[in-house]
């Protein structure tokens, strides 16, 4: 086999590999950011070392594994009530592929309503607002973008729940969780004027909102923050996916349906 | 009403004007029992029945169809396209591959991101004209606002090999003379006759036909969903009959590393 450099080559600042004597295309050594991965960091670093190494380039302190540590186990379920978790369900209970039934909860978890597209917005409004009240309110009063995307015009502030009627007992807890162990400004912030931006905002804080500041006091961009949060909430689509199955459909809901016209006029 | 109460008035029941299926008895789609009254659409007027509600004439749906004939590549070297073949490389399923394709095709700078973003170009720009505005301050506008116009220039290329066919139909279907179509050869001649060198693409072409044949910003955006997938299969059926593992091989020569020398992991970072 040859060994000249290949004419087209993938750039990355994230992995290197090195290969076995015998075969240019199986792995040697693998790096992570330069840190041999199977040689030195199997067995020593933790899951979310790894994860925070890979996004940011570093490997994180103590102090922010144990944070991302607990955003991850917050984030992992979001339970079979949730709409994403719900279309891995759907998937999971006629048989459908596991990819499929991860792919409906990533799909459906995409969006502005407790989604990774909220996610995202709720980030640049904490890189945009920071620790200012003023800022925050002006934000969610100002008129909102019109211009054409493949998402739809955002309905209610990102990070807050519109069906809300006070912050729930569970994104409390998270947020006196996070917030003591922050390594950042803006969770400890946002637990002291909890109250202040709800009413900005007219609506209770969600869950989404509360990983959006811990992503940004950990120092994640709006799109590595997107990425996350889809793929530490695949666990419990994945679980519950596969309970329906052994379940089987005769015990999922199918729900009844009321056609509002039977006969819509053909235009 | 709203909060706990406007989620409880939708709970356990679908409330539908679309339609619905009542097994063993009928299937109601947009009010029309699918066996029966349409039964005879082709799949395009369905399809776009579904989307607008509306018919469409014989020669309109024509024109549907060569929108998407003409953008379907089956050259699995394009992102999306690839995603189908990487697909049968890897043994995994048709429907996967494809279904992944698909989704990749909604992308920023081709697919499905430009293609709202051209609809909704070419729909509010001939709404501004009518009422008084000047092209030059539309494009202006626009050119500040997305730093370029979605429609015009192309990656990778720079002529667009699918404008002529396209329009060489719509003239043999009378449907090149709607005031959108007419409108982005205006802005065309406008950008080539300036500075920007934003040739129209085909994107361009197909937004200005389907705004004139009445699609909305969001009609559009949802007919043309499918319009790379005839490129699709053939693009994982090549690559499943070769041997597994043989589309694009990338060594370890192949990666370009360009990060962090070598460093040591440090214990006093690891879980103690």
């Excluded at chain 1, 003023?134 to 209610?156: F, K, V």
Aim: negative net charge; aromatic residues 8%; charged residues 20%.
């Amino acid at each position: 086999m040859s060994d000249e450099k290949p004419a087209e080559q993938i750039r990355t600042r994230i992995w290197l590999e090195e290969p076995e004597p015998d075969n240019p295309f199986a792995t040697r050594a693998a790096y992570c950011h330069g840190y041999d991965v199977y040689g030195a960091m199997l067995g020593q670093a933790r899951w979310v070392e790894m994860l925070y190494l890979l996004f940011r380039g570093d490997a994180p302190t103590p102090a922010q594994s144990e944070l991302l540590e607990a955003v991850a186990v917050a984030l992992a379920n979001p339970g079979p009530r949730d709409p994403s978790v719900h279309a891995a369900m759907c998937g999971g209970v006629g048989g459908s592929t596991a990819a499929a039934s991860l792919i409906a909860a990533l799909a459906v978890g995409a969006g502005q309503l407790s989604g990774g597209r909220e996610l995202l917005l709720s980030m640049e409004a904490w890189h945009s607002c920071g620790m200012d009240l003023d800022a925050w309110q002006r934000r969610m009063t100002a008129p909102g973008d019109d211009t054409a995307s493949i998402w739809p015009t955002p309905e209610h502030p990102p990070g807050f729940d519109p069906h809300g009627v006070t912050t729930t007992t569970i994104v409390k807890q998270t947020i006196a969780c996070l917030a003591a162990m922050s390594t950042g400004p803006r969770l400890p912030w946002l637990e002291e004027n909890l109250s202040s931006l709800e009413a900005a905002a007219g609506c209770p804080l969600a869950m989404s909102g509360v990983a959006a500041a811990a992503f940004s006091d950990l120092g994640f961009s709006p799109e590595q923050g997107e990425m996350l949060f889809l793929l530490l909430r695949l666990p419990g689509a994945a679980a519950h996916a596969l309970e329906q199955w052994k379940y089987g459909h005769k015990k999922f809901p199918f729900f009844k349906i009321e056609l509002e016209s039977d006969s819509e006029e053909v235009k | 009403m709203n909060g706990p109460e406007l989620l409880q008035q939708h709970a356990d029941c679908l409330k539908s004007r679309m339609g619905g299926c009542f097994p063993g008895e009928r299937a109601v789609f947009r009010g029309h029992d699918l066996h029966v009254e349409l039964k005879d659409m082709d799949w395009v007027e369905l399809y776009v029945f579904g989307i607008t509600g509306r018919r469409f004439t014989r020669e309109q749906l024509r024109l549907m169809h060569a929108i998407w004939v003409y953008t379907s590549y089956p050259d699995a070297r394009i992102w999306n396209n690839r995603v189908a073949a990487l697909a049968g490389s890897a043994r995994s399923t048709g429907t996967l591959g494809v279904a992944a394709a698909l989704a990749v095709s909604e992308a920023s700078i081709y697919g499905r991101g430009i293609d709202i973003k051209a609809v909704e170009f070419i729909i509010t720009t001939r709404k501004e004209l009518d009422n008084g505005a000047e092209l030059a301050d539309c494009v202006q506008k626009e050119l500040k606002k997305h730093r370029g116009i979605a429609g015009f220039g192309r990656p990778l290329a720079s002529g667009d090999e699918r404008i002529a066919p396209i329009m060489a139909l719509a003239r043999s279907l009378g449907l090149d003379q709607g005031p959108h179509l007419r409108l982005a050869f205006t802005v065309n001649e406008f950008l080539l006759s300036g500075r920007w060198r934003l040739g129209m693409n085909f994107g361009a072409i197909a937004a200005a036909l389907g705004a004139d044949l009445g699609l909305s910003t969001r009609e559009y955006y949802l007919f043309v969903f499918p319009a790379f997938l005839a490129g699709m299969p053939p693009c994982f059926i090549e690559s499943a009959q070769q041997p597994e593992g043989t589309l694009f091989p990338l060594s370890c020569g192949h990666i370009l590393y360009e990060g962090a020398q070598k460093r040591a992991w440090n214990p006093s970072q690891s879980k103690p």
